[in-house]
């Protein structure tokens, strides 16, 4: 009789049992994005937008804007710098046909950086992106659809084979009229699942992830917001972070001006971050996110945070910034987060590292960045307080005291105020907020109804327990504003809730930053 070795029942049963293993211990989809860590943009190089110019070759493309092919020693610099992912943005428009397919070399480029990525164990975006511009073919709002499908039936096709650490991204965002359109989001997102899953191989449940609402936090998490189905229940939601605006993107020398109705408005560019309403507004968005996505157990990918380097924003202010945000972005469970890096200071306009000499141009950043990573960091959850009041002594630019308060419902405001005039029915302030129907609303409160203290300023207790108040509470000067110095507002609410301990945060981010 015939018998097998020991050695062959014991080899066999060892590899079905890691191969079980490694079917049944795949990583849900909130603890992969969890494990994504840090992201990093190729900026500038495969998604690189000619504006009009013709554009021959993928070389031509890729180096437009001063930089070169990634190569293996580049990536591998950049995961010891503390990175995870790479979102590799591709704009694909110069190398497909009308139908979406793919020219065999732009392709055999693109797969040759993706698996230099994932050999090196880093997770790897790929996405559609700028074609969706005003004026290239997915930005055109001529519902081209069917070369959409294609072109992701293609992608799908060629890398449907790749492992786990590669990560389709539907699309950058759409910048025509379609970009509120829910209908027309939910349509592309859907055409980009169907497309993947139907495409076999690995793609069947490969991380997926949808656009969010033209790029923005407050219309991805509205109601009318949909995702599709995708049977295999594996996507993430995208959006970008540049809030606000003004200190994040907006140009030094270039406000918004707008019409609202007949009236001129204007948004001026800011240059520093980093007061309390700043921390407490971003934790704020944050929230939401958490709200609306992660407590249904869906992950949120921040493909996009940056601010402009090139610009006056002060480099304190940005390492400040980006520290908070990616902090926020390791401490919330299913979030993370992928830095913008144009890497060229002559070209481009978010410059954060040198990819081609392994130095950062702000080494604070890059400091902060392998803190984070090794787990070393000041996590913002650590300073959160359970507490019915709130109090806030950061004035914006226009000398007014703002608290955000959601739908917490407020029985008291109590502010503080020092008063250069012993005339004090001359001075008068505002309590200014909206009520439940998003309407604007004020109250009057006199100056000589307040409480002198002992250091010659004035409290004023507010009973609001009867007020409609909603979404936030603004103390402002409404007569005598030259007579008066605003010091903190505080809010009593009806029930504990969970806040920001600002001061202490800061106490200790300047303790570690000496």
Known sequence: MYFLPIAFFLVTGISLIITYLSINIKKSTMEMVNAMGIGWNFANT????????????PLEQITLYGNNIPTKKMISNIKKNGIKTIRLPVTWMYFIDESGNIDSEWMSIIKKVVKMIIKEKMYCILNIHHDTDSGNWLGEGKNPKDKYINLWKNIANEFKNYNDYLIFESYEDIEYSFDSDYMHIFDLNDAFVNAVRNSGGKNGDRLLILAGASRDLEKTCSPEYRFPIDPSNRFAISIHYYLPEQFSIEPDDYPWTWNDNGEEKEIVPITDWGNENDYKDMITNFESLKTVFLDKQIPVIIVEVGVLTEQKKNPESIAKYLYFEFSLSSAYYGIMSCLVDSSNIKLGKMNYYDRENNIWFNKKIGENFKSIYKKKFINP?????ESNKET??????????????GKKKVITIIFNAFILTDNLSGVGFGISTYDSSIRWVGKAVAGNIGEKKYDGSYTFTIDVRNEDYTNLIEIQKWWGGNDIILNYITLEFEEKYKFFDYNSYIKSYLNNND
């Open 392 to 405: 806030v002594s950061t004035r914006t630019r226009d000398d007014t005291l703002i608290i955000r308060i």
């Open 46 to 57: 495969f998604d690189s937008l000619a504006y009009g110019r013709q554009i021959k070759t």
């Open 381 to 385: 959850n650590d300073y959160f307080i």
